[in-house]
């Protein structure tokens, strides 16, 4: 079994564009159930000279039962379940919700290693936001932007440190 990293966060934080950047061709749509579509994707990620599985949550339709949101949280939790260490992303430019609270009580809980990722950190509107990420008590925040593939070797170095 490999190293296994979780990205958790609520919807829309870039969680899939820094998943896309980690993967190289061989991703699997994992359902856990037959004849329902599938919502976490787990790839083999490498980054540097790390290898890794990684598991992105939540953003791809299904057409189960149960709200958004309640899909959301029990994906989070069996992602959260399967991991050997999260990666906790909020986005620095909106800054912290009630959502960001929300999953970061379930990392939290989980007492796994974490990694705190302020993601869309480029240029000085996320520097600040990545500041307030600190307040999470998740650690201190790695500044990143999954879209322009800055802060990876941060975030290196915070995974080398887990694994
Ligand atoms: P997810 O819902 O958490 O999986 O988020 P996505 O990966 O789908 O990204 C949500 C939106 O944020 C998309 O429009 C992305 O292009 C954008 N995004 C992702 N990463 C970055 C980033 O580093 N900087 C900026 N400015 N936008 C980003
Ligand atoms: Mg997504």
Redesign the pocket.
């Known amino acids: 079994m490999s190293f296994t990293l979780a990205i958790v966060?609520r919807?829309?934080?870039?969680?899939?564009?820094l998943f896309n950047r980690l993967v190289g061709q061989r991703i699997a749509l994992v359902d856990d159930r037959p004849g329902v579509t599938r919502d976490r994707r787990e790839g083999d990620a490498s980054l540097g000279d790390l290898a890794f599985t990684i598991i992105d949550t939540a953003?791809l339709e299904d057409s189960r039962e149960g709200s958004l949101e309640s899909r959301m949280r029990a994906q989070t939790e069996e992602a959260i379940r399967l991991a050997d260490a999260i990666l906790f992303m909020v986005d620095a430019?909106i800054g912290l919700t009630p959502d960001d609270q929300t999953f970061a009580e379930m990392v939290r809980k989980s007492g796994k290693p974490v990694i705190l990722a302020a993601?869309?950190s480029?240029g000085k509107v996320g520097m600040a936001g990545a500041y307030e990420a600190f307040s999470l008590g998740l650690g201190d925040p790695v500044p990143l932007?999954?879209?322009?593939g800055e802060g990876l070797n941060e975030l290196y170095e915070a995974l080398a440190a887990l694994m």
């Open positions: 966060g919807p829309n934080v870039g969680k899939s564009t953003g430019r993601n869309k480029e932007s999954a879209e322009h």
